[in-house]
């Protein structure tokens, strides 16, 4: 779609995952380096606020699992770390400025044809399903409060993520 109608990708996911309010934010990057290049709902740039925050720091649970200690948090690495490994770096897996726990994971989820990395990360009330496929990362968000349910929005992602594959991406 994108690239046969000459759409961006901005576009594109939104209308495969958040125009229908099957998720209320998505993003995609690139498996080179887990930055977000594209977001949806564009408007007023809302998916990038949901899905994005720049580097950050951020008080963690140390090693020995009682003490503290401060964070630079990269975004862009903690998701392609997920997205490759199905395990967040130390520190977790933090997506627009929010902590997502890694509760399910397949490195080799079938979905119809196809086969991709699929990630789980649950929040209070929210949650993000991670798709891997060979060159690209779909995250798709819901959020119970806005009025998707996890099942909906990760059955668009896995669609989406078909189309993708489709596309040698």
Not at 11 to 33: F, P, S
Not at 73 to 93: F, M, R, S
Not at 118 to 137: D, L, R
Request: hydrophobic content about 40%; charged content about 25%; aromatic content about 10%.
């Amino acid at each position: 779609m994108a690239e046969e109608e000459g759409q961006s990708w901005d576009a594109t996911i939104e209308e495969w995952l958040t125009a229908e309010g099957k998720c209320c934010a998505a993003g995609m990057a690139q498996q080179a380096d887990g930055a977000f290049y594209a977001a949806a709902p564009q408007a007023d740039e809302k998916g990038w606020g949901y899905i994005w925050k720049d580097p950050h720091e951020e008080t963690i649970t140390a090693d020995d699992g009682v003490s503290e200690e401060k964070m630079t948090i990269n975004e862009a690495a903690a998701l392609l770390a997920v997205a490759t490994t199905g395990q967040a770096p130390k520190g977790g897996l933090w997506l627009g400025g929010k902590k997502y726990t890694v509760t399910q994971k397949n490195m080799a989820e079938e979905h119809k044809e196809v086969t991709f990395k699929y990630v789980f990360a649950a929040a209070s009330k929210c949650g993000v399903h991670i798709v891997a496929t060979e060159s690209q990362i779909t995250c798709g968000f819901y959020s119970e409060e806005e009025g998707q349910t996890s099942g909906n929005a990760k059955a668009a992602v896995f669609d989406y993520a078909e189309y993708l594959i489709g596309m040698n991406m």
